[in-house]
Nanobody, 117 residues
Framework: QVQLVESGGGLVQAGGSLRLSCAAS????????MAWYRQAPGKQRELVAV???????NYADSVTGRFTISRDNAKNTVYLQMNSLKPEDTAVYYC???????????WGKGTLVTVSS
């Protein structure tokens, strides 16, 4: 049973920073993509950032330049550094692990980020 456990969420003022962590119970070296998604109240879940096994990254336009995704394969952990936070960044942030062969797709339970104005 693969587990992804997010941590690092909390309440922060606008302009502040948080670092989210996603600890995996498996070796993420073999995972094709690790990603962070978020879901705000009343909205659909959206992709925030993704990092491939090769280290390539991609970001949603709304967070480009403010958020940075990284991975530490030795610790089986993925991070999301969030700077210059805005109230519209308030959401539950979820970690996702996706492998193509054999196919697997796992989600964490999420961590709440609240940005006050």
């Amino acid at each position: 049973q693969v587990q992804l456990v997010e941590s690092g969420g909390g309440l922060v003022q606008a302009g502040g920073s948080l670092r989210l962590s996603c600890a995996a119970s498996l070796n993420i070296f073999s995972i094709n993509t690790m990603a962070w998604y978020r879901q705000a109240p009343g909205k659909q879940r959206e992709l925030v950032a993704v990092i491939t096994s090769g280290g390539s990254t991609n970001y949603a336009d709304s967070v480009t330049g403010r958020f940075t995704i990284s991975r530490d394969n030795a610790k089986n952990t993925v991070y999301l550094q969030m700077n210059s936070l805005k109230p519209e960044d308030t959401a539950v942030y979820y970690c996702n692990a996706n492998r193509w062969v054999p196919p697997m797709d796992y989600w964490g339970k999420g961590t709440l980020v609240t940005v006050s104005s």
